[in-house]
């Protein structure tokens, strides 16, 4: 528990910092420019791009990964307690403090304006080896976690090889393995390319291949952002509905899906690259609508979860049911509103993965837009409302009523202000204006946006609201000085299952994690050999410049 409070700790102090740098990349894109004051504040941020990396890397990357570290070994390590295995928790501090390490020695290049990079990182753009060095202990961090998750299945397995492996388990085990298979594309690019380029070991980097290696792990990293918020959907959500999962196997079908597709899909990041050949990227395209499909499933199956929970409430009629669910708990109601925001997010992602549609949004405020709505609401939120049942029995700290409102207040606020922005940015995508750009420089460039331009405007003053109220809470029941020993014995509230699958063929196939394992393999070897195997064999490298 002491280790889990730490992981989650630190991912939503890197939350807190980089949220405080988004009102201002908000007001940029309504035309104001409040970069001017930013400096005077905080006199080490020296360029909106600087602000806008700072923002990236903190929330995109940092806290996503604390908090996938935090949830996807926290859950499977307290259901297999029941089965008399444990978790190696040496190995679960050296994680953290790699990761904290890690994130130290990034941020001092960062915070000194010398690794103003953006956080894709994309060469030419060079930064200073401490970034690329801190960036890859800290996301080795996660590899650790990993590994010690599929340690402890193994064990579950060797004393109990009769027994289908336990649901949280399951989902945790084929998330890490599609992260550990994900993450290879980031390792090489850092270790091989970034690296020693950024020492001068070598003096160019190739930057068609970086980009290639980075988008290898550069879209199953939206989905090691996203399973861990699933997981807890799945697991939680329906018990504090009031309810049960209607499915155990269809929650097994959407993770497997996810170890199989989440990977061969990368070149829908690069339509628009040179020297990747149509055919790989119509492959790739086609691939990216399979990895819609499990979203598709759950947008079904936790609907419907919600609706037995509606109706076991005592819910009537064709929406009665949605009133009757428990809107007074902001543990329910934030992974709620960020589950409605998903949906246009969803839809956005599969115009994105359009072939020739993306050509009209590729580069333009409509991705931010996107990703706004996928990771800033639903990632954000499910992490949001865990802290309302989490922090209590992981520090034996009651929620009070004035915390829970004030919760409450925050995640409304929070979702009301991303779709605000979402609304705005996607049009003003559709009116071409270009995304990670200083627009509010160029005031008479974009005239044409003027009323999307307005929406960014509410959205940063609202968020910024959303912000004060949601850490007002985060840190009241954080700092308290009442524990209850009922509270800190408290258990995670693991959803009922309505259907099993029982013991069947088809869950012991679904069991067979090795095979679908080397089938994901197989699969990633077949998408992406022949371009890599092209791009390692002419390299055109070339030195490197900075934006700031
Ligand atoms: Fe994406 C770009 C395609 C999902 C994040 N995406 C990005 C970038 C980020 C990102 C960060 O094909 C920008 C990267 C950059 O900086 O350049 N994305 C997709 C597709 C999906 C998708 C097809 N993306 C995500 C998720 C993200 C994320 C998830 C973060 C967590 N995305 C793209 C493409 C690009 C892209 C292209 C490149 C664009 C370019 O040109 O640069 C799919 O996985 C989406 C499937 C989702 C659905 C929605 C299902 C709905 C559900 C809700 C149900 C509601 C309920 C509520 C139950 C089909 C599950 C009931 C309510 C009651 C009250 C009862």
């Known amino acids: 528990k002491k280790l889990t409070l730490y992981y989650l700790v630190l991912g939503f102090v890197a939350l807190l910092v980089g949220s405080l740098f988004g009102p201002f990349q908000a007001l940029n894109y309504g035309n104001v420019d409040a970069y001017p004051l930013l400096k005077?504040?905080?006199?080490?941020?020296?360029?909106?791009?600087?602000?806008?990396?700072?923002?990236?890397?903190?929330?995109?990357?940092?806290?996503?990964?604390?908090?996938?570290?935090?949830?996807?070994?926290?859950?499977?390590?307290?259901?297999?307690?029941?089965?008399?295995?444990?978790?190696?928790?040496?190995?679960?501090?050296?994680?953290w403090w790699m990761a904290f390490l890690g994130l130290l020695v990034a941020a001092l290049p960062l915070l000194a304006n010398e690794a103003t990079v953006l956080y894709t990182f994309y060469p030419p753009l060079k930064g200073h080896w401490a970034f690329y060095v801190g960036a890859t202990v800290f996301v080795a961090a996660s590899l650790v976690v990993g590994?010690?998750?599929?340690?402890?299945?193994?064990?579950?397995?060797?004393?109990?090889?009769?027994?289908?492996?336990?649901?949280?388990?399951?989902?945790?085990?084929?998330?890490?393995?599609?992260?550990?298979?994900?993450?290879?594309?980031?390792?090489?690019?850092?270790?091989?390319?970034?690296?020693?380029?950024?020492?001068?070991?070598?003096?160019g980097v190739d930057p068609l291949l970086a980009r290639t290696l980075f988008w290898y792990t550069g879209h199953p990293i939206v989905y090691f952002w996203l399973l861990p918020a699933y997981a807890l959907l799945y697991l939680v959500l329906p018990k504090l509905a009031g309810g049960k999962l209607i499915s155990d196997p269809l929650a097994r079908v959407v993770f497997l899906l996810f170890l199989l597709f989440s990977v061969p899909v990368g070149f829908h990041h690069q339509y628009a690259d040179p020297g990747i050949t149509p055919t790989w990227k119509f492959v790739h395209a086609v691939l990216t609508l399979f990895v819609a499909v499990p979203?598709?499933?759950?947008?079904?199956?936790?609907?419907?979860?919600?609706?037995?929970?509606?109706?076991?409430?005592?819910?009537?009629?064709?929406?009665?049911?949605?009133?009757?669910?428990p809107w007074d708990n902001p543990a329910f109601v934030a992974p709620v509103l960020g589950l409605i925001a998903f949906i246009p997010g969803g839809a956005g992602g599969i115009v994105n993965a359009s072939y020739t549609l993306n050509y009209v949004i590729h580069?333009?405020?409509?991705?931010?837009?996107?990703?706004?709505?996928?990771?800033?609401?639903?990632?954000?939120?499910?992490?949001?409302?865990?802290?309302?049942?989490?922090?209590?029995?992981?520090?034996g700290k009651p929620l009070t009523e004035g915390i829970r409102k004030a919760g409450l207040a925050g995640v409304w606020l929070w979702f009301v202000g991303m779709l605000v922005m979402a609304v705005g940015l996607h049009w003003q995508g559709l009116l071409n204006v270009p995304r990670r750009a200083y627009i509010a420089q160029a005031p008479d460039a974009y005239t044409h946006a003027a009323v999307p331009m307005v929406f960014n405007i509410l959205a940063g003053i609202i968020l910024l609201l959303a912000i004060v109220l949601f850490f007002y809470a985060f840190f009241a029941l954080l700092f308290r000085g009442e524990r209850r020993a009922e509270v800190a014995a408290e258990e995670v509230p693991f959803a009922e299952v309505l259907s099993d699958g029982g013991d069947t063929p088809a869950m012991r196939l679904l069991d067979r994690i090795w095979f679908w394992f080397a089938l994901a393999v197989l699969l990633v070897v077949l998408a992406y050999g022949p371009t890599l195997v092209q791009l390692f064999g002419n390299l055109n490298p070339v030195p490197g410049w900075r934006l700031w």
């Open 147 to 203: 590994l010690l998750v599929i340690g402890m299945w193994l064990r579950f397995k060797k004393l109990h090889p009769e027994r289908i492996t336990p649901l949280a388990t399951y989902m945790a085990v084929t998330f890490w393995l599609m992260w550990l298979l994900a993450s290879l594309g980031l390792v090489v690019e850092s270790v091989f390319l970034l690296i020693p380029w950024s020492l001068g070991l070598v003096q």
């Open 295 to 325: 979203s598709l499933i759950t947008a079904f199956t936790v609907a419907a979860s919600l609706e037995l929970a509606g109706r076991m409430r005592g819910g009537k009629g064709l929406f009665g049911w949605i009133k009757a669910l």
């Open 40 to 95: 005077r504040l905080l006199p080490f941020v020296q360029s909106y791009y600087q602000g806008l990396t700072l923002h990236g890397v903190l929330n995109a990357i940092v806290f996503t990964q604390l908090l996938a570290m935090a949830v996807m070994f926290y859950l499977p390590a307290r259901e297999l307690r029941a089965y008399g295995v444990r978790p190696n928790l040496t190995w679960g501090w050296v994680a």
């Open 363 to 395: 580069n333009t405020t409509w991705v931010p837009g996107h990703f706004h709505l996928q990771v800033g609401t639903l990632v954000t939120m499910t992490m949001m409302g865990a802290v309302f049942w989490l922090v209590p029995q992981l520090t």
